[in-house]
Protein backbone atom coordinates (compact mmCIF):
# COMPACT_ATOMS: atom_id res chain seq x y z
CA UNK A 1 0.00 0.00 0.00
CA UNK A 2 1.45 3.55 -0.64
CA UNK A 3 0.55 7.20 -0.11
CA UNK A 4 0.26 9.72 -2.64
CA UNK A 5 1.72 12.99 -1.52
CA UNK A 6 1.70 14.58 -4.73
CA UNK A 7 -1.48 16.74 -4.32
CA UNK A 8 -1.98 19.12 -1.38
CA UNK A 9 -5.16 18.54 0.62
CA UNK A 10 -5.15 22.09 1.35
CA UNK A 11 -4.01 25.19 -0.42
CA UNK A 12 -1.82 27.79 1.06
CA UNK A 13 -3.34 31.25 0.67
CA UNK A 14 -1.45 32.85 -2.18
CA UNK A 15 -1.54 36.77 -1.54
CA UNK A 16 -1.68 36.58 2.07
CA UNK A 17 1.14 35.06 4.67
CA UNK A 18 0.73 33.99 8.44
CA UNK A 19 1.77 36.07 10.91
CA UNK A 20 2.61 35.94 14.96
CA UNK A 21 0.81 38.83 15.62
CA UNK A 22 -1.58 37.48 13.32
CA UNK A 23 -2.39 34.96 15.67
CA UNK A 24 -2.32 37.54 18.72
CA UNK A 25 1.27 37.43 19.70
CA UNK A 26 3.11 40.74 19.49
CA UNK A 27 6.46 40.39 19.81
CA UNK A 28 7.13 43.95 19.64
CA UNK A 29 5.37 44.34 22.23
CA UNK A 30 7.08 42.57 24.67
CA UNK A 31 10.54 43.96 23.61
CA UNK A 32 8.35 47.48 24.17
CA UNK A 33 7.99 46.13 27.58
CA UNK A 34 11.55 44.88 28.78
CA UNK A 35 12.77 48.94 27.18
CA UNK A 36 10.29 50.51 29.55
CA UNK A 37 10.91 48.41 32.95
CA UNK A 38 14.40 48.17 32.99
CA UNK A 39 14.96 51.43 34.80
CA UNK A 40 12.37 50.32 37.51
CA UNK A 41 14.55 47.35 36.91
CA UNK A 42 18.22 48.81 37.64
CA UNK A 43 17.25 50.07 40.68
CA UNK A 44 17.41 46.55 42.63
CA UNK A 45 21.00 45.67 41.11
CA UNK A 46 22.77 44.12 44.22
CA UNK A 47 26.19 42.73 44.85
CA UNK A 48 26.28 39.43 43.31
CA UNK A 49 24.32 40.13 40.07
CA UNK A 50 25.94 39.16 37.16
CA UNK A 51 25.03 41.13 33.02
CA UNK A 52 21.76 42.50 32.39
CA UNK A 53 18.23 42.09 31.76
CA UNK A 54 17.25 40.05 28.67
CA UNK A 55 19.70 37.27 28.76
CA UNK A 56 18.75 33.83 28.30
CA UNK A 57 19.30 33.03 31.98
CA UNK A 58 20.52 35.05 35.43
CA UNK A 59 23.14 35.30 36.52
CA UNK A 60 23.83 35.31 40.54
CA UNK A 61 27.65 35.42 42.78
CA UNK A 62 26.97 34.28 46.00
CA UNK A 63 30.40 34.62 47.75
CA UNK A 64 30.22 38.54 46.10
CA UNK A 65 27.57 38.91 48.08
CA UNK A 66 29.94 38.10 51.03
CA UNK A 67 28.41 34.63 51.75
CA UNK A 68 31.26 32.62 53.02
CA UNK A 69 29.12 29.28 53.57
CA UNK A 70 25.86 29.62 52.27
CA UNK A 71 22.61 27.43 52.23
CA UNK A 72 20.72 28.45 49.52
CA UNK A 73 16.82 28.56 50.02
CA UNK A 74 14.31 29.18 47.53
CA UNK A 75 10.58 29.56 47.39
CA UNK A 76 7.80 30.07 44.56
CA UNK A 77 4.49 31.66 45.14
CA UNK A 78 1.21 33.89 43.80
CA UNK A 79 -1.13 36.32 45.02
CA UNK A 80 -3.96 34.25 45.01
CA UNK A 81 -7.78 35.51 43.71
CA UNK A 82 -6.84 38.91 45.60
CA UNK A 83 -5.65 38.96 41.24
CA UNK A 84 -9.06 39.25 40.48
CA UNK A 85 -10.11 42.25 42.75
CA UNK A 86 -6.91 43.89 41.74
CA UNK A 87 -8.74 43.23 37.79
CA UNK A 88 -11.57 44.27 38.45
CA UNK A 89 -10.72 47.08 39.83
CA UNK A 90 -7.86 48.06 38.20
CA UNK A 91 -5.43 49.04 41.08
CA UNK A 92 -2.66 46.98 40.17
CA UNK A 93 0.17 49.26 41.07
CA UNK A 94 1.33 47.89 44.77
CA UNK A 95 0.69 43.61 43.35
CA UNK A 96 3.87 43.41 43.47
CA UNK A 97 4.72 43.75 47.18
CA UNK A 98 1.94 41.01 47.52
CA UNK A 99 3.88 38.59 44.61
CA UNK A 100 7.22 39.81 46.42
CA UNK A 101 5.85 39.38 50.00
CA UNK A 102 4.39 36.00 49.85
CA UNK A 103 8.11 34.51 48.58
CA UNK A 104 10.36 36.65 50.53
CA UNK A 105 8.77 36.50 54.16
CA UNK A 106 8.88 32.92 53.75
CA UNK A 107 12.73 32.56 53.45
CA UNK A 108 13.32 34.90 56.37
CA UNK A 109 12.14 32.48 58.23
CA UNK A 110 14.48 30.38 57.48
CA UNK A 111 17.49 33.25 58.16
CA UNK A 112 18.06 33.76 54.47
CA UNK A 113 18.55 37.18 53.13
CA UNK A 114 16.51 37.59 49.77
CA UNK A 115 19.18 37.64 47.22
CA UNK A 116 17.83 37.63 43.82
CA UNK A 117 13.66 37.53 42.77
CA UNK A 118 12.22 36.04 39.29
CA UNK A 119 8.26 37.17 38.09
CA UNK A 120 6.25 35.40 35.52
CA UNK A 121 3.60 37.66 34.20
CA UNK A 122 1.04 35.58 31.92
CA UNK A 123 -1.72 37.41 29.53
CA UNK A 124 -4.03 36.38 26.65
CA UNK A 125 -2.95 40.09 25.28
CA UNK A 126 0.08 41.92 25.89
CA UNK A 127 -1.45 45.76 27.85
CA UNK A 128 1.86 47.51 28.01
CA UNK A 129 0.70 49.83 30.18
CA UNK A 130 -0.91 47.14 32.57
CA UNK A 131 1.86 45.11 32.49
CA UNK A 132 4.69 48.00 33.14
CA UNK A 133 2.64 48.89 36.32
CA UNK A 134 2.63 45.42 37.50
CA UNK A 135 6.45 44.84 37.05
CA UNK A 136 7.64 48.40 38.40
CA UNK A 137 5.62 47.55 41.91
CA UNK A 138 7.68 44.31 41.93
CA UNK A 139 10.74 46.05 41.34
CA UNK A 140 9.87 48.54 44.35
CA UNK A 141 9.23 45.75 46.62
CA UNK A 142 12.42 44.10 45.29
CA UNK A 143 14.08 47.16 46.04
CA UNK A 144 12.26 47.32 49.47
CA UNK A 145 13.56 44.49 50.70
CA UNK A 146 17.54 44.84 49.51
CA UNK A 147 16.43 41.60 46.47
CA UNK A 148 17.77 42.09 42.80
CA UNK A 149 14.78 41.40 40.43
CA UNK A 150 17.36 39.43 37.96
CA UNK A 151 14.81 37.89 34.82
CA UNK A 152 11.55 36.69 34.74
CA UNK A 153 8.90 36.14 31.26
CA UNK A 154 6.50 37.33 30.29
CA UNK A 155 3.76 35.11 27.89
CA UNK A 156 1.46 36.45 25.74
CA UNK A 157 -1.28 33.76 25.13
CA UNK A 158 -3.77 34.45 23.00
CA UNK A 159 -7.11 32.13 24.56
CA UNK A 160 -5.81 31.21 27.61
CA UNK A 161 -7.05 34.03 29.47
CA UNK A 162 -10.05 36.35 29.48
CA UNK A 163 -9.83 39.93 27.99
CA UNK A 164 -7.64 41.86 30.74
CA UNK A 165 -6.89 38.89 33.04
CA UNK A 166 -3.38 37.94 33.62
CA UNK A 167 -1.35 35.51 35.95
CA UNK A 168 0.97 36.10 38.29
CA UNK A 169 4.08 33.96 39.88
CA UNK A 170 7.24 34.67 41.84
CA UNK A 171 10.29 32.87 42.80
CA UNK A 172 12.83 34.41 45.28
CA UNK A 173 15.93 32.82 45.98
CA UNK A 174 18.00 33.49 49.32
CA UNK A 175 21.25 32.34 51.19
CA UNK A 176 21.78 31.97 54.97
CA UNK A 177 25.19 30.82 56.48
CA UNK A 178 25.34 27.20 57.18
CA UNK A 179 25.61 27.87 61.14
CA UNK A 180 22.83 30.40 61.11
CA UNK A 181 19.91 27.97 59.70
CA UNK A 182 16.35 28.80 61.40
CA UNK A 183 14.98 27.61 63.47
CA UNK A 184 17.49 26.36 66.34
CA UNK A 185 17.06 26.25 70.42
CA UNK A 186 13.66 26.72 70.71
CA UNK A 187 12.44 25.43 74.27
CA UNK A 188 9.96 26.09 76.55
CA UNK A 189 9.80 29.77 78.14
CA UNK A 190 10.49 31.41 74.97
CA UNK A 191 8.66 34.03 73.93
CA UNK A 192 6.48 34.45 71.24
CA UNK A 193 6.50 38.05 69.32
CA UNK A 194 3.58 38.75 66.72
CA UNK A 195 4.50 41.34 63.88
CA UNK A 196 1.47 43.34 62.79
CA UNK A 197 -0.31 42.76 59.58
CA UNK A 198 -1.26 45.51 56.88
CA UNK A 199 -4.57 43.53 56.37
CA UNK A 200 -5.24 40.12 55.17
CA UNK A 201 -2.13 40.09 52.88
CA UNK A 202 -2.88 37.93 49.91
CA UNK A 203 -4.74 34.86 51.39
CA UNK A 204 -8.44 34.09 51.87
CA UNK A 205 -9.77 36.22 49.06
CA UNK A 206 -11.85 34.07 47.80
CA UNK A 207 -13.72 33.70 51.18
CA UNK A 208 -13.69 37.53 50.91
CA UNK A 209 -15.21 37.98 47.56
CA UNK A 210 -17.73 35.59 48.52
CA UNK A 211 -18.69 37.80 51.69
CA UNK A 212 -18.55 41.19 49.49
CA UNK A 213 -20.55 39.10 47.20
CA UNK A 214 -23.60 38.24 49.86
CA UNK A 215 -23.23 41.69 50.92
CA UNK A 216 -24.28 43.29 47.44
CA UNK A 217 -21.34 45.23 47.67
CA UNK A 218 -19.01 46.96 45.01
CA UNK A 219 -15.59 47.69 45.10
CA UNK A 220 -15.84 51.32 44.71
CA UNK A 221 -18.41 51.42 47.58
CA UNK A 222 -17.35 52.46 50.46
CA UNK A 223 -15.58 49.80 53.35
CA UNK A 224 -17.44 49.22 55.94
CA UNK A 225 -14.57 49.38 58.10
CA UNK A 226 -13.01 51.88 56.92
CA UNK A 227 -14.96 55.01 55.92
CA UNK A 228 -12.17 56.38 54.74
CA UNK A 229 -11.31 54.45 51.99
CA UNK A 230 -12.99 52.31 49.04
CA UNK A 231 -13.85 49.04 49.94
CA UNK A 232 -11.57 47.51 46.60
CA UNK A 233 -8.82 49.53 48.06
CA UNK A 234 -8.80 48.61 51.59
CA UNK A 235 -8.83 45.36 50.62
CA UNK A 236 -6.22 45.61 48.32
CA UNK A 237 -3.50 47.05 50.89
CA UNK A 238 -0.27 45.58 49.96
CA UNK A 239 1.14 42.61 52.06
CA UNK A 240 4.01 44.13 54.64
CA UNK A 241 7.56 43.24 53.69
CA UNK A 242 8.97 41.83 56.96
CA UNK A 243 12.72 41.30 55.40
CA UNK A 244 14.60 43.83 57.27
CA UNK A 245 12.68 43.45 60.98
CA UNK A 246 13.95 39.75 60.71
CA UNK A 247 16.82 39.72 58.99
CA UNK A 248 18.32 42.76 61.61
CA UNK A 249 16.83 40.49 64.52
CA UNK A 250 18.88 37.23 62.88
CA UNK A 251 21.83 39.25 62.67
CA UNK A 252 21.46 40.74 66.08
CA UNK A 253 21.38 36.63 67.17
CA UNK A 254 18.07 37.27 68.94
CA UNK A 255 15.81 35.01 66.96
CA UNK A 256 15.25 30.95 67.53
CA UNK A 257 12.74 31.25 65.03
CA UNK A 258 10.44 32.62 63.14
CA UNK A 259 7.23 31.79 61.16
CA UNK A 260 5.03 33.37 57.99
CA UNK A 261 1.31 33.16 58.94
CA UNK A 262 -0.35 32.84 55.74
CA UNK A 263 -3.11 30.39 54.49
CA UNK A 264 -3.83 28.10 57.78
CA UNK A 265 -3.28 31.48 60.11
CA UNK A 266 -1.22 30.72 63.09
CA UNK A 267 -2.76 27.35 64.05
CA UNK A 268 -1.24 25.95 60.62
CA UNK A 269 1.34 28.07 60.41
CA UNK A 270 3.23 28.19 64.18
CA UNK A 271 3.99 25.03 64.36
CA UNK A 272 5.61 24.17 61.35
CA UNK A 273 9.03 25.62 62.91
CA UNK A 274 8.54 24.18 66.41
CA UNK A 275 10.03 21.05 67.29
CA UNK A 276 8.42 18.25 68.71
CA UNK A 277 7.22 17.78 72.32
CA UNK A 278 6.23 21.56 72.30
CA UNK A 279 3.11 23.63 73.01
CA UNK A 280 2.13 27.19 71.95
CA UNK A 281 0.28 29.18 74.09
CA UNK A 282 -1.42 32.17 72.69
CA UNK A 283 -3.35 34.65 74.33
CA UNK A 284 -5.86 35.82 71.46
CA UNK A 285 -7.09 38.91 73.32
CA UNK A 286 -2.86 40.80 73.12
CA UNK A 287 -3.03 42.31 70.25
CA UNK A 288 -5.87 44.35 68.68
CA UNK A 289 -7.97 42.69 65.82
CA UNK A 290 -7.93 45.44 62.77
CA UNK A 291 -11.39 46.37 61.58
CA UNK A 292 -11.22 44.19 58.46
CA UNK A 293 -11.02 40.83 60.26
CA UNK A 294 -13.98 42.03 62.60
CA UNK A 295 -16.40 42.62 59.79
CA UNK A 296 -15.35 40.03 57.77
CA UNK A 297 -16.64 37.50 61.00
CA UNK A 298 -19.28 39.99 61.72
CA UNK A 299 -21.00 40.38 57.65
CA UNK A 300 -19.68 36.17 56.74
CA UNK A 301 -21.07 34.86 60.25
CA UNK A 302 -17.48 33.27 60.64
CA UNK A 303 -16.71 31.19 63.46
CA UNK A 304 -13.67 32.20 65.49
CA UNK A 305 -12.57 28.73 64.33
CA UNK A 306 -12.60 29.01 61.02
CA UNK A 307 -11.17 32.93 60.92
CA UNK A 308 -8.22 31.77 62.84
CA UNK A 309 -7.21 29.11 60.10
CA UNK A 310 -8.08 31.39 56.83
CA UNK A 311 -6.74 34.60 57.93
CA UNK A 312 -3.70 35.54 59.63
CA UNK A 313 -5.62 37.85 62.16
CA UNK A 314 -3.54 40.63 62.05
CA UNK A 315 -0.44 38.98 62.71
CA UNK A 316 1.59 38.19 59.87
CA UNK A 317 4.91 37.14 61.01
CA UNK A 318 5.71 35.69 64.44
CA UNK A 319 9.27 35.61 66.24
CA UNK A 320 10.24 33.27 69.05
CA UNK A 321 12.54 35.01 70.87
CA UNK A 322 14.17 34.75 74.71
CA UNK A 323 15.21 38.19 74.92
CA UNK A 324 11.87 40.57 74.59
CA UNK A 325 13.23 43.52 75.26
CA UNK A 326 16.15 43.79 73.20
CA UNK A 327 13.91 42.57 70.47
CA UNK A 328 11.99 46.05 71.51
CA UNK A 329 14.72 47.83 71.49
CA UNK A 330 16.08 46.84 67.85
CA UNK A 331 12.47 46.88 66.56
CA UNK A 332 11.94 50.95 68.03
CA UNK A 333 12.87 53.00 64.86
CA UNK A 334 11.26 50.79 62.63
CA UNK A 335 7.30 50.95 61.33
CA UNK A 336 7.12 47.53 62.92
CA UNK A 337 4.01 46.70 65.28
CA UNK A 338 5.01 44.50 67.74
CA UNK A 339 3.58 42.52 70.94
CA UNK A 340 3.75 39.51 72.94
CA UNK A 341 1.31 37.13 71.99
CA UNK A 342 2.54 33.99 74.04
CA UNK A 343 5.13 31.69 74.97
CA UNK A 344 6.24 28.21 74.27
CA UNK A 345 5.96 25.27 77.19
CA UNK A 346 6.28 21.55 77.22
CA UNK A 347 3.87 18.94 76.32
CA UNK A 348 3.43 16.12 78.21
CA UNK A 349 4.47 14.11 75.52
CA UNK A 350 8.20 14.75 74.35
CA UNK A 351 7.21 12.86 71.27
CA UNK A 352 3.90 14.58 70.27
CA UNK A 353 3.34 16.68 67.08
CA UNK A 354 4.05 20.23 68.21
CA UNK A 355 0.36 22.80 68.75
CA UNK A 356 -1.18 25.65 69.37
CA UNK A 357 -3.53 26.38 71.97
CA UNK A 358 -4.91 29.50 72.98
CA UNK A 359 -5.67 30.65 76.34
CA UNK A 360 -7.76 33.50 75.10
CA UNK A 361 -8.89 33.94 71.91
CA UNK A 362 -9.39 36.91 69.80
CA UNK A 363 -12.49 38.99 69.68
CA UNK A 364 -14.21 39.88 66.71
CA UNK A 365 -16.53 41.75 67.67
CA UNK A 366 -17.46 44.25 64.66
CA UNK A 367 -18.98 47.88 65.42
CA UNK A 368 -20.66 49.44 62.38
CA UNK A 369 -19.86 53.04 61.98
CA UNK A 370 -23.20 53.86 61.44
CA UNK A 371 -23.71 52.79 64.99
Known sequence: MTSDFSEPKQTPCENDSATYAQSGVDIAAGDALIEAIKPAVSKTRQPGVMGNLGGFGALFDVKAAGFKDPILVSGTDGVGTKLLLAIETSLCDNLGFDLVGMCVNDLIVQGAKPLFFLDYFATGKLE????????????????????????????????????????????????????????????????????????????????????????????????????????????????????????????????????????GGIPGNLPRVMPKGSVAIIDGESWPMPAVFSWLAYAGKVSTEEMLKVFNCGIGMILIVSDVAAVNELLKDTDTEAYVIGHITAAEDQNSEPTVEFSDFPDFTFISGED
Open 128 to 263: LEQAQRVITGISNACEDCGCALIGGETAEMPGMYQHGHYDLAGFAVGAVERDSLLPQNIAPGAKIIGLASSGPHSNGFSLIRSIVKSQNLAWDDIAPFDPDQLLGEALLAPTKLYVKPVIALHNAGLLHGAAHITG
